[in-house]
Every structure is written in C-alpha cells, then in structure tokens.
C-alpha cells in the first residue's frame, strides 16, 4: 500500500525555523518525484516545492523561493522541507504528494491534479 506521512509541524514565531519530513512506504522514494503543498483555511491548495527523483530538478514557488530547501535521502525514503525565515502567511497544512513518475510534471509541478497520492498533512502555525 502506498503510503505518505508527514511530520514535523508545529507553533513558531515569525522568523523562526522548521523542518517537515515527508516518510514514504509501499514504493521506492528513488524512482519518484515528491511535491510539497500548503493549503490556508479558506485558500487553494497551493505547490511550495518539488524535487525530480534525479534531484537536479527542484520547483519552489516563488513565495518560498530563497525560504524553503527541499532535500530527499532516499534510503531514510524521506522528502524533507526546511522552511526558514518564516511569515505568518506561510501558516497552512502542509502536505506531500506524488505523480508516482520519476520528474515533476513539467510546467504543472505545483497543480495538485497532478498528483494522486497524497499524506494527511500536517499543520504549521506561525505566529505574528
């Protein structure tokens, strides 16, 4: 059964750190991209980062862009999110999410139909 779990949220102030850690089971993380989504109460499901199973290719939005590092260690099967400097804006449930093909769907990495496997996410609150 595939499977993605996520971990790692919390309550942070503003400015402050987090590391999220998406854990796979059911497939092998090395032949698959992983995306990162967020999604704010009463807002769009939105892509933050994606990274291709070869790593060369890395997607961030650009709200994230120079915040958030994404990272995978295929023999942890693990997809990190490292958010740093973070807004209060950046407080939504996280979650990740795979297409189960090898690269992030070009020009279509951050749509969420483009993915069909997906964690319970998890929530980060980030106060003012």
């Known amino acids: 059964q595939v499977q993605l779990v996520e971990t790692g949220g919390g309550l942070v102030q503003a400015g402050g750190s987090l590391s999220l850690s998406c854990t796979v089971s059911?497939?092998?993380?090395?032949?698959?991209?992983i995306g990162w989504f967020r999604q704010a109460p009463g807002k769009e499901r939105e892509g933050v980062a994606c990274i291709g199973s070869s790593i060369e290719t890395i997607y961030y939005s650009d709200s994230v862009k120079g915040r958030f590092t994404i990272s995978r260690d295929n023999a942890r099967r693990t997809v990190y999110l490292q958010m740093n400097n973070l807004e209060f804006e950046d407080t939504a449930v996280y979650y990740c999410a795979t297409d189960r093909a090898a690269i992030c769907p070009p020009r279509k990495w951050s749509s969420r139909a483009e993915y069909d496997t997906w964690g319970q996410g998890t929530q980060v609150t980030v106060s003012s």
């Open positions: 059911g497939f092998s993380l090395a032949h698959y991209a």
